[in-house]
Structure formats: C-alpha cells, structure tokens
C-alpha cells in the first residue's frame, strides 16, 4: 500500500476512534503531510507515514517517541495514549467483548469506499445547533 493511501487509513481510522471521539479531539492534516490530532486547536499528537511505517510525536516533544511499521500498531497505540482519559460510559467502536481493543479487527471493518471520508475537514457539531 502507497504512503498516501496508507496516510489516508490512518486518518480515517484515527477519526472513527471512540477514544478520541470522547475526549473531543479532531484528527486532520496539516500543510506538511503530517495527521494531527488537536482538540481546541492545541496538538495533542503528530503522525507521520514514512517508507519504514509509521511514527508519532507526542505534542510538545520535538522527535517521535514512538515507531511501528503497521497501521493497527499505530491504532492500538492511540487507544493506549488517548484511551485512559475517555469515559468509560462512551461506547468505543473498536471495543471487544472482553472489555479490551482490536485495532486489527476495526481495521478489517473499514470499507475502502469510505477513504474519500477522510479527505473531508471534521464538522463541528457545535456549529449545527
């Protein structure tokens, strides 16, 4: 899979998070390539996709403190960052019976047909009602 296709799984899948979702944090990309994930316009994260796989930087950190080479390492590594904070009464859709998360079963669930989701900027709900 191409570097931009696999951007593209990335930020799709990191928007269908419900950790992410409960805190109220937005995933998009920047100018440089980078998917971004912020909440009130303050970085919380940076991924990069690079020919090895896949690195994150914590927001405030200047080099990645983390490495993987696969799109479900890089899900199940979000989940481990943003997941601790999330209410434990918000459904997340990648959880499993057991209580615990399959990044690779979510993976298997998204329909490529959905990419084109993740080319589009997040809607504030806020600005609905």
Known sequence: MSRARQKIYLLLCLRKLGALL???????????GYVVISKNG?????WLVTERGF???PG????PA???SKISEALDH???VFESASSPHVNNVMERDDGHTS???FFKEIDA???????????DRRLLN
């Open 42 to 46: 303050h970085v919380r994260g940076v």
């Open 78 to 80: 979000a989940l481990r």
């Open 103 to 105: 990044a690779r079963n």
């Open 66 to 68: 983390f490495y993987c």
């Open 113 to 123: 047909s959905l990419v084109g989701e993740a080319l589009r900027p997040p809607v």
């Open 22 to 32: 409960a805190r109220g944090l937005t995933v998009t990309e920047n100018a440089e």
């Open 60 to 63: 405030g950190y200047n080099e």
């Open 55 to 57: 690195q994150y930087t």
